[in-house]
């Protein structure tokens, strides 16, 4: 009879140190101030022109279950910019999207894509950039609408590591891990 508020009690302790790690201690812990040092990233610079994107997509038991390399073209028109992506997958698979990015005199951004539900949110600051949004997978994929959130870092060389998680009722399904640069750029060593 005693021993039930004890189990309570370490049930509840544990619950809590879960809590506090996912917000503390991950991926979710993140913020936009936590990148005020190094090169800054001005989206208007950075996505402008032939971009060239490779990546992998790791499911929910951590394998990689996707890879592909993308071609975006990108334009501004003052704070208003147009990018449209074209995915390759190993799959065969060939998915499109354009994304319009409006972006605000304080830094923040708003996200439109024909695949989100509403509009995504963000923000740029210092050597980051941010993006939440909930994007609706094909019909193909299951239609399912997932929480997801991009984390963009500039690199010293100028290319981008991208890093973004997708999540169904808070857990996370998917994560994708990707390069971004210029499509004519070549580095030392290519």
């Not at 996200?111 to 941010?130: F, H, K, N």
């Not at 984390?151 to 973004?164: A, K, P, T, V």
Request: charged fraction near 20%; charge should be negative.
């Amino acid at each position: 009879m005693w021993i039930v508020p004890y189990i309570l009690i370490g049930a509840g302790l544990t619950l809590f140190a879960v809590l506090m790690k996912e917000r503390y201690l991950s991926f979710w812990a993140q913020k936009p101030a936590d990148y005020t040092d190094g090169p800054m990233f001005d989206i208007r610079e950075r996505f402008n022109g032939p971009i060239v994107c490779e990546g992998v997509i790791y499911g929910p038991t951590g394998r990689v279950t996707s890879r592909f390399v993308a071609d975006f073209e990108a334009s501004w028109n003052g704070n208003v910019g147009k990018m449209t992506e074209t995915f390759h997958y190993d799959s065969g698979n060939v998915q499109n999207r354009e994304w319009t990015l409006t972006l605000g005199n304080d830094g923040k951004i708003k996200a439109e894509a024909p695949d989100l539900v509403g509009s995504g949110s963000g923000e740029q600051s210092g050597s980051s950039v941010v993006l939440n949004y909930k994007i609706k997978l094909s019909d193909e994929a299951g239609g399912h609408v997932l929480d997801t959130t991009d984390w963009m870092y500039l690199m010293e060389n100028g290319s981008i590591m991208n890093r973004s998680q997708f999540r169904k009722f808070g857990i996370k399904v998917a994560e994708l891990v990707a390069t971004m640069r210029p499509k004519n750029e070549v580095y030392a060593g290519e």
